[in-house]
């Protein structure tokens, strides 16, 4: 079966420069969600896109963006890069049902020298 | 605030069951409990989840509690590629799944 795509796989910027990662959520899918994960930290929230337009933000920077577009995969836009953005960031797919389950993709190594 | 907690660590032995608690003292009604687990470097994968009554799958079983303030998620026969983080989250409708510190499992061969 289809899983969550991401691309890509590793990243590495340099700081001030702006990345760009893309989440490809499984077929049908309508909902997707972003997530970071520092060096030794539990998965964070950042923002989640239902049927196109943000549905729920978390402690997303002000420097990242994302959008969801109408073929339903997303884009998190990352700008004037810290070497603190470093991380894995995750991005995960559901249905919007009730008490449904999220798919997770393997995520983009973020790192930032 | 992920509002659940679960023990830092545990261990077990390879091939015994495996008995994961969580506590959700504060659960609402209508809030599921949900189990994921993340292996070294990969994404959170999908353990299993229910509502009120025990729930199983092929990979594992949801205990919960009467009171539904605390839930245990059952390995059956632990292998060593079941050594993982181990997260259970508390989820109202279709909100977003909020990670606290999860349980990290290690199977002792």
């Known amino acids: 079966a289809a899983g969550v795509i991401q691309s890509p796989r590793h990243l590495i910027k340099e700081k001030r420069e702006t990345a760009t990662l893309k989440c490809y959520p499984i077929?049908?899918?309508?909902?997707v969600y972003w997530y970071q994960q520092g060096p030794g930290q539990d998965p964070q929230f950042l923002i989640s896109?239902?049927?196109?337009?943000?549905?729920d933000k978390g402690s997303i920077p002000d420097r990242f963006s994302a959008q969801q577009f109408s073929d339903y995969h997303s884009e998190l836009n990352m700008s004037s890069l810290e070497l603190g953005d470093s991380a894995l960031y995750f991005c995960?797919?559901?249905?919007?049902?009730?008490?449904?389950?999220?798919?997770f993709g393997q995520g983009t190594r973020l790192t930032v020298v | 605030d992920a509002k659940t907690t679960q023990p830092n660590s545990m261990e077990s032995n390879e091939e015994e069951p495996v008995h994961l608690p969580c506590n959700h003292s504060?659960?609402?009604?209508?809030?599921?409990i949900h189990w994921y687990r993340q292996l070294p470097s990969q994404g959170p994968e999908y353990v299993i989840h229910?509502?009120?009554s025990n729930v199983n799958n092929r990979m594992a079983s949801l205990a919960i509690a009467e009171d539904r303030k605390s839930s245990t998620l059952i390995l059956h026969r632990a292998t060593l590629r079941d050594a993982a983080v181990y997260y259970c989250?508390?989820?109202?409708?279709?909100?977003?799944?909020?990670f606290g510190t999860g349980t990290r499992l290690t199977i002792i061969p």
């Open positions: 995960a797919s559901s249905l919007l049902v009730i008490g449904t389950e999220a798919f």
């Open positions: 077929p049908r899918h309508d909902t």
């Open positions: 896109f239902y049927e196109k337009m943000q549905s």
């Open positions: 504060t659960i609402s009604g209508t809030d599921y």
């Open positions: 229910g509502l009120t």
């Open positions: 989250i508390r989820s109202f409708g279709n909100e977003k799944l909020t």
